[in-house]
C-alpha cells in the first residue's frame, strides 16, 4: 500500500484544503514558511480506503442489496438479530423464527437505540420492508463480501475444538499489526444466523475478517463457507464432537473439510499434522485446489513445534521452525492445547502475509475467556482465595482431556473438578464419560463433582478405585443439575490454595456455578 502525503487539515476528499481558521491557520502558514521539513513530517498521509464510508450501511445500500424498499434515508452503525444486543444506531433484523416472532421485539430494539429495522410489515419508525428477513439478513451478507477493499483478507475457522479460542488468537494478532482494521465473529456466532451476522456486521474499511464456522451436521459447514468465501480456512482439530449425528470421527473430519469448498481461487488450507486425518483433510483441500499448511509437534509440518517451555511469568515458552525462520514467543494462556493453537495462529498469520511479531505479542497477552478458559481469584471461608478456571462454555472428549491436564500442572493445595456432561455423543456417550477416569487421576484430582445423567458411567467407574488401574479411588459426588452442584459445592467448601476447574456442554448449565463462585 503507497502512502500519498496531503498537506493540511482537509476533509476526505477535500484535496488537501485547509479548513483551519484564525490564528491556527495563520500558525500553521508561519511554521510552513519557516519549516518545509516540518510541514512535510506533519503532513498526515492519505489512503484509499480513507475515502470509504465510516457508517456500516445506509439505507440506499441496504435496500440495493435486499431488493427492499427502504422507508426513508437513514444511517446505521451496527446490526443484531436479537433486540437485546441492539445499540444506538443499530440495525434489528425483525427474523420470524419457529417459537418466536422478532417483530415482537421492535419497541424493545427502538427503546435500545436502534435507528431502523428489516422487517416483513411496514411500520411507523424507519425500515426496510422485505418479504423475508432472514432471507434479507442473507443477501446483506453476500454484499458485505461483495465489498471488501481489494487487500482485504478473509479468514475462515472450523474445528472440533478450538476454533473460538483461535478464532479469538487469530483476531487479536491482525488487529493489532492492522492498528484496528480486523474485524471478526463476536462469542460464537457460527452458525446459519450467526455467520451472516458477522459477514453483515464487517465495515468496509477492514483490512482482515476472521469468521469461525459450526456445525451439528453434515453439509452445514458447506453453506456457511459458500457465504464466507475465505482466502484461508483454517481445522484446528479434530475430536468426536457431535458423533451422534456424524457417526463416525472419519464422518467429522470430512464435515469439517467443507469448509475448502468456499475458498476462494489460490487460497490456502491449515491443517493440524498431528491429527490422525491429516492425510485425510489435506486431500479434501488439494482437490479444491488449495496450498496446504500444516502445523504441530509431527516432522515435516509447515509450522513445526520446536520447544515449549514453562513461562518465568506463567504461560508457556515456544519455539517454532517455519522453514525459513524460526519464532520464540510467549503464550500467556495455560496447557498444551494453547502451545498447538498458536502454531495454528502463526501459521493463519503468515498465509495471509501479516505480521509475526504482533502476532507473538498478541499471543503472550491473550488470557482466557469467559467459559473458555478465563481464571478467577475466589474468596474462600478461611480468608484465602482459591482458583476457579472457568471452562463451563463447551465440552468434548478432547477439550475435557487438555483442560483436566491443565488443572493437573496447577500447584495447588487440592484440586477440584466439576465435570459436567458432554452433549451429542450417542451411543459413544457412555465409554466417552467413562474414558475420563484416566485423565482425572493422572491430574491427580481430589474431589470431582459430577453433573448431568450422562455422567453415570463415569461415576461408576471411579467407584471401582483399587479394583481398576486407577490406583486410590477419587472421591466424588454426582448431582442431576447445576443447581444442585451449586450446592453440593457449596457444603463441600472451598479452601486456600484450592484450584477448581469448571467444564460441561454449555446446556449443562455450569455457567450458573462460575456466576455463583465469581461473586465471592
Known sequence: MVAKAKSGGGKAGGKGKSVATGKTAAAGKARKAKSPALASVLAWPVWAEDQAPRYLWSAQELALATGGKASGDFLVSNAATDSREIVEGGLFFAMRGEAMDGHRFIPKAFELGATAAVVEHPIDQPHILVKDSFAALQAVAKAARERILPETKIIGVTGSVGKTS???????????????????????YNNHVGVPLSLARMPVRSLYGIFEMGMNHAGEISGLTAQVRPHVAVITTIAPAHIENLGSEEAIADAKAEIFEGLV????????ADSPYCERLRAAAL??????????????????????????????????????????YTVAAAGEHWVTNSLAVMATVRAVGGDLGAAGLALAEMQGMAGRGARIDVATSDGGTALLIDESYNANPASMRSTLAVLGQEKATRRIAVLGAMKELGDFGPRLHAALAEPLAAAKVDYVLLVGAEMASLADELRKGDDSALGKAIPFAHCSTADEAIVALTDFGLAKGDAVLVKGSNSVGLGRLVASLAKQ
Request: proline share 3%; aromatic share 2%.
Open 265 to 272: 481461487e489460490g487460497g490456502t488450507a491449515v491443517i493440524p
Open 166 to 188: 483461535v478464532k479469538e488468537a487469530i483476531f487479536a494478532a491482525l488487529n493489532r499489526s492492522s492498528m484496528g482494521r480486523a474485524h471478526r465473529s463476536v462469542k460464537s
Open 287 to 328: 482437490a479444491r485446489g488449495a496450498k496446504v499448511v500444516t502445523f504441530g509437534r509431527a516432522m515435516g509440518s509447515d509450522v513445526r513445534l520446536l520447544d515449549a517451555l514453562p513461562g518465568m511469568l506463567g504461560g508457556t515458552l515456544v519455539t517454532a521452525d517455519l522453514g525459513d525462520i524460526r519464532l520464540c
